[in-house]
T-cell receptor
Framework: GQQVMQIPQYQHVQEGEDFTTYCNSS?????IQWYKQRPGGHPVFLIQ?????EVKKQKRLTFQFGEAKKNSSLHITATQTTDVGTYFC??????????FGAGTRLAVHP | EAQVTQNPRYLITVTGKKLTVTCSQN?????MSWYRQDPGLGLRQIYY???????DKGDVPEGYKVSRKEKRNFPLILESPSPNQTSLYFC????????????FGSGTRLTVV
């Protein structure tokens, strides 16, 4: 079945360093979504990418969708302690079904 | 405020004792879904519903039941809970096609002893 894989599982950075998480799908995706879950919280929708090669920015966060629409990345510039949490990518696994990656847990040390 | 409300937030129960986790959304979303979250496994879909009286199995439906009698409510039922159902559960809702992404509830941490 369709799989969405994320790497790394865990990343520990010093505040001010950059961070990137990668997402790869076993199949071509019509779109990809990214979510953030703070410790003890619930996933919160960040963004959806639809077009091949699409790049979107939200302040220090840059999201990319690969040309083949099988991979995506989230890059955070100059991390802050408020960026701590787990970042999930998710792709459609059928109408109205999302398949989530296992997530990348980000720890930021001041 | 647009939200998905789950209850209870925390629940400890014993093996075999039926329980229901409630989920309600106030956004008039057609689509609702239940996920469980376990360390290292991410979010796995249990059941979903595309509208009233329309439900279907997700990836890990064994041991769970759901119902969708009203658009706003989508309860998750564990008829005979077992320890391997100890997990963090999330309810989510969205418009058709998840155009704006899912809105998740705050979660229910269930422990079955």
């Amino acid at each position: 079945g369709q799989q969405v894989m994320q790497i790394p599982q865990y990343q520990h950075v010093q505040e001010g360093e950059d961070f990137t998480t990668y997402c790869n799908s076993s199949t071509t995706l019509s779109n990809i979504q990214w979510y953030k879950q703070r410790p003890g919280g619930h996933p919160v929708f960040l963004i959806q990418l639809v077009k091949s090669g699409e790049v979107k920015k939200q302040k220090r966060l840059t999201f990319q969708f690969g040309e083949a629409k099988k991979n995506s990345s989230l890059h955070i510039t100059a991390t802050q302690t408020t960026d701590v949490g787990t970042y999930f990518c998710a792709g459609p696994g059928g109408y109205n079904k999302l398949i989530f990656g296992a997530g990348t847990r980000l720890a930021v040390h001041p | 405020e647009a939200q998905v409300t789950q209850n209870p937030r925390y629940l400890i129960t014993v093996t075999g004792k039926k329980l229901t986790v409630t989920c309600s959304q106030n956004m008039n979303h057609e689509y609702m879904s239940w996920y469980r979250q376990d360390p290292g496994l991410g979010l796995r879909q249990i059941y979903y519903s595309m509208n009233v009286e329309v439900t279907d199995k997700g990836d890990v439906p064994e041991g769970y039941k759901v119902s969708r009698k009203e658009k706003r409510n989508f309860p998750l039922i564990l008829e005979s809970p077992s320890p391997n159902q100890t997990s963090l559960y999330f309810c989510a809702s969205s418009r058709p096609g998840q155009l704006d992404g899912y809105t998740f509830g705050s979660g229910t941490r269930l422990t079955v002893v």
